[in-house]
């Protein structure tokens, strides 16, 4: 390959903020001294700067972060460090929401208007933000600030919620506050080991309304007791009691445990956590990989940042042993880009485990090798798709592999690979953190149902007294958790909840009494997804919560395939047409063209985005008593 | 395939019963599978599918229904197992075919998409599944100059009102910025051929890939860079691989604009590009005594089908000495 880059240079700011992650260039070939104005064909830097290429996306982050948006100079000196023809680059860059290839203020507000949000108010603050800013991407304040439109920044609980970047030599990344934050650019102190403040002891309460009431909590046990900076303290609460009996009872014995705990995955697709472990163990092809999916971009979900936020170091410890059941020396864990408190604590702890000799080329002294990567996504839905996932990581657009084959054949760089979901992984640690876990798995199994074993973490949004995360047995049924977190405000009649989030399916009141278990909702033709449960109440604009669904899936499908590229243009066209009464058929034909459309979405796309991009709404018109157009 | 196959069709696939007509070089078969050493050739409609460009399996024209799989699989990749069960012809198959035909004719210009052979090309598909891309309303209007290719990720105008009644399209001016071929993107339907050509599969240049999200995904060079800024070395691959006229030699373009071109007065002829040792087999393609456009025949053991800027383009000297 010849790699032809013209145009001007990348400014010394932006050439800084690359070389901090990819470190000085070696030569004028890669963008060093001997550069040239004029002529950017590049002959040398081949295969070994080829093979950096899972570095693009940190680079992008890096230019992003430091201009506030990717230049073309910058985005040149990145493929000439990386020897990535600029058209590529050009399609990964464009591919993720959070990168601007268009000039952007430095300091943007990303407010969630998705459908918990909704309901808690969003559009009162982008009216507000609005009047304060102008319209929305509009640049306000001398070009110093703007706001955007964002899908579910997965802080559902403390709605409406926003995110918001400032780009700079220090860039902020801030999850609270909005105009405010934004006028005065303050900056997060994310300082480590110091004592919990009392706004982080309520912060916590806010989220895990069950921290501190004397619940039986055990996913969530150390939320709010144990210092999530401190490795010291994760140990003087049970931490890394798990890894050690699995070491001790060997790959093998770890796996079959985790067979017997008949565990399922919680990232929405529930496949038996042990049998993806066996079947990467007995791959023959080397070196496997760990992925840790923290990408958790289903509307309405929050499980996993409340985890990764209050209880980093049990994410670490749970992919090290996965790590170790399937014979990986290499991990990642792929957060989504808006995280970036749960981002903070996360490398804080891969740190601390790796001086405290728990990560690394000998963990825990057993001379057995294993560390974890931190990638941060950019804003897209699909790449919480594990195969979309790994283009991300290898530095492509995140668009998915078809398959077979499945990951545990050829996953990450080609090669066996073993992807869980955050709250899957850390199931994992009540399985061999009991006793000397052996047995772990058949007394885990003993909690929970036949089918659905064990404790679930579910995400309560909408019209409830006290949203966030509860942790129940499986079989808990949709009313006992509805009380759990207070009921409906103000006695209000429940119209509607949505489980599982916008790939998930609407029951009305009468499923109240459905037990909360994989196969008790699939009996009523439902889903636990990623364990959403978003209520609705009689007061609830229907309709324009579906249409927020339908431009969710038109803006996150990736667009590799012809049924959900276009399908979720004319489904969300479609939903337009029947709101504001401009039907191009009669009604009937309109809905039935409706249901066409979603029947070939789920039956001819390539992923579960395009399969289920029509689920919710399909469920909702099923039930006319639900929306009434 | 081994022996022991015996994938079982319970639509029986038809038979290879067509004769190739020109131009042939435009032709791809069908999807065929060897049965008992007997090859088979499905008669299945392709689209982004190309004998000699690894599959990408994205238009999903050519899914089938394999039994114990709960969404249809694409023929052009999926490799058949032994005691598989097919239907390629199934209401599960034709409903999926019929509403990936009507996506594609709300939303592109496919009047000239499909290989060329009887009953392969787009409007008969159409025919044969039933499909009417008019269910989705009339087209909206087309996209100005370079507006698709700033549309950012994540971020679009939700429809309201009666523009909802107006089905998008990827419509917007063609592209015409050297003197060898025109990208014509109001007909482009993400096929990702031309990207695999330019790349990893044929050119190794990497001039194109595919920017942007969703339904505002569309081919493009960096920052939508003009051709003659790009890493393009016009070898014209792309346009070899192009199933739907998106990509054009500008003669063609020209004369299909003035409405001269007319493929009945073409003829075909083969020889060898002469400006090197390599030999490629040239299929000079002649209207009214002058060479209107070259390709080269997918199963030339010498091209596969790819040829460089000189022997795709460098026929014009053979029009001026006609003249001169
Ligand atoms: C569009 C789409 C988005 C997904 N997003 C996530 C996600 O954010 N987190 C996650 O764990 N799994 C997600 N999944 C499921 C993953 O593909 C995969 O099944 C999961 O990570 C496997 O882990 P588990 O077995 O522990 O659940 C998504 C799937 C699809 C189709
Ligand atoms: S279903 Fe949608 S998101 Fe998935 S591969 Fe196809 S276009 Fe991409
Ligand atoms: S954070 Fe706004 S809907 Fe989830």
Redesign the interface.
Known sequence: ????V?GPLASPVERAAVDAILGPPDSGWSGGVRDSRTDGHVARGGHAARGRRELLLPALHALQDRVGRIT?PG?NYVCRRLSV???????VA????LF???PRPPAVAHLCDDIACRLAGAEDVAADLERALGPA?APARDGRMTW????CLGRCELGPAALVTIAGETPVLDAAGILGRLEASVRREESTGAPRSPSDVMRTRASVPQAGSGAPLRLLARVGVADPRSLDDYRAHGGYRALANAMAMGAAATVAEVTDGKLLGRGGAAFPTGRKWAAVAAQAAQPHYVVCNADESEPGTFKDRVLMEEDPFAVVEAMTIEAFATGSSRGYLYIRGEYPLAEARLTNAVEAARSGGLLGPNVAGSGWAFDIELRRGA??YICGEETALFESIEGK?GEPR?KPPFPVEVGLFGKPTAVNNVETLVNVLLILGDGDGRGGGARYAATGTDGSTGPKLFCLSGHVARPGVYEVPFGTTLRELLALGGGVPGGRAIRAILLGGAAGVFVGPDALDVPLTFEGTRAIGASLGSGVVMVFDETADMVGTL?RIA?FF??????????C??????Q???L??LA?R????SRAEELA?LG??G??M?????CGLG?TASSAIESAFRQPELVAL | MPPELEAVFTTPPARASRTPVAPAVEAPPPVSVTIDGVEVRLDLPTLCYLENLAPV?????C?VEVTGSR??V?AC?RKVEPGMEIQTESE?VR??R???LE??G??VDVSLAGPREPDGDIARWAERYGADAS????AAPPAGAGVRD?H?????H????????R??TVAQPVKVDNELYVRDYSKC??CYKCVEAC?EDAQ??????????????RI????ATPLP???CVYCGNCIGVCPTGALMFRSEHEMRDAGTWDEAAQTVTETICPYCGVGCVLDLHVQDNTIVKVTSPLDSSVTEGHLCIKGRFGFEFTNERRRG
């Open positions: 390959m010849d790699l032809h013209v073309q985005l023809p600029p058209a590529e680059a050009y399609g464009t591919f993720y929401s601007a290839t268009a991407g955007l439109r964002s899908p804003g897209a657009r078809n249409r431009a038109r803006d996150e499908s990736c667009g590799q395939c012809v049924p590229r276009v399908g979720t243009v004319r969300e066209e479609l337009a047409r504001d401009v039907e191009v058929r063209l066409d459309i029947r070939a789920r039956d001819a796309s390539i399969q | 399996n994205v238009c999903r024209v899914v969404v249809l694409p990749s599960l409903h999926s019929k509403l990936v996506f594609l709300s939303s269910r989705f309303g009339v700033a950012e990720p994540g971020h679009h939700a429809p309201e009102g009666s523009a909802a009644a089905a998008a339907i993400l790349g190794n240049t990497f001039a194109i890939a595919v920017a942007g999200r969703g339904f505002d995904a493009s060079t960096e920052w800024d790009s890493a």
